[in-house]
């Protein structure tokens, strides 16, 4: 963890006695997520520590970097009995979903990653108001790329928006947007992740893939963007259930516990 404060140390060290809550409680690692240089982390009694750095405000706050744990769950209006369920980093911005389907963003903005158009970085902002959402349509799931945000609906339907240079948006395009646009899939969506710069979906227990083809992490067999969903043609050992995106890379885990990369 000590990488991405000013100190530089090559030995595991305890962080969370730098974590100031009641001793009674026990620190039960519910979430834990990190971005390019800071980490953010959900403990058991539903508090939100941040650390690393503030550059682009992915702290959430307008000040300094912080070397050590800082509890932001005060800067965010939660309504009452609201909790955090999922949230993700991407490479310099963060993203949480709550009880009650509101989706909160913040950090950098400069290429519309956190929902919204105008300005280079943002605090706490909720973005459901600029969602494409149905009447009794809500949003489930929450994935971050390093520069692109997915959002998973209730009904089926994935939200993008951000960064789209590689095609990671999937929408047929390669311009960048802060307005979010859906793609719709004709099965369930079982699982789906994003990478620094590509994107990926289960349904149906076959793969789709989009985005950038550059070290060959879409697995198409040659080095060309996609800017829309194209279905990944494998004889997979056994079925595909999951999937995880890194930069230029990808694995799925299939039902019989064969792991592919590529």
């Not at 030995?11 to 039960?28: A, G, M």
């Not at 992915?58 to 005060?74: A, E, F, M, R, W």
């Not at 400069?110 to 605090?123: N, P, R, S, T, V």
């Not at 009447?135 to 520069?147: A, C, F, P, V």
Request: some cysteine; overall charge negative.
């Amino acid at each position: 963890f000590l990488s991405i404060i000013s100190i530089v140390s090559c030995v595991p060290r305890k962080v969370s006695e730098n974590l100031e809550v009641d001793d009674s409680k026990q620190l039960v690692s519910q979430l834990l997520v990190s971005g390019n240089d800071f980490i953010a982390y959900l403990d058991n009694n539903q508090e939100l520590w941040m650390w690393g750095d503030n550059a682009s405000y992915q702290l959430n706050n307008d000040g300094v970097s912080k070397s050590i744990p800082y509890n932001i769950t005060h800067t965010i209006e939660f309504e009452e009995d609201e909790h955090i369920i999922h949230m993700d980093a991407g490479y310099s911005h963060m993203g949480i979903l709550t009880s009650l389907g509101n989706v909160w963003m913040w950090g950098n903005n400069a290429y519309g990653q956190l929902g919204f158009e105008g300005d280079e970085k943002a605090l706490s902002t909720t973005i459901n108001q600029y969602l494409p959402l149905e009447e009794d349509e809500r949003i489930i799931d929450i994935k971050l790329g390093s520069y692109h945000t997915g959002l998973l609906t209730s009904h089926n339907r994935l939200i993008l928006f951000g960064l789209n240079t590689s095609g990671q948006l999937g929408n047929h395009t390669f311009s960048t947007t802060g307005k979010p646009h859906s793609l719709e899939f004709d099965h369930e969506i079982t699982s789906y992740d994003l990478g620094a710069d590509h994107s990926i979906v289960i349904s149906n227990q076959r793969l789709f893939v989009w985005g950038s083809q550059f070290n060959g992490q879409l697995g198409l067999g040659d080095v060309l963007n996609q800017n829309n969903p194209v279905e990944l043609s494998y004889s997979f050992e056994g079925e595909p259930i999951q999937v995880f995106l890194g930069t230029g890379i990808t694995y799925a885990i299939t039902n019989e516990g064969h792991i592919v990369g590529f």
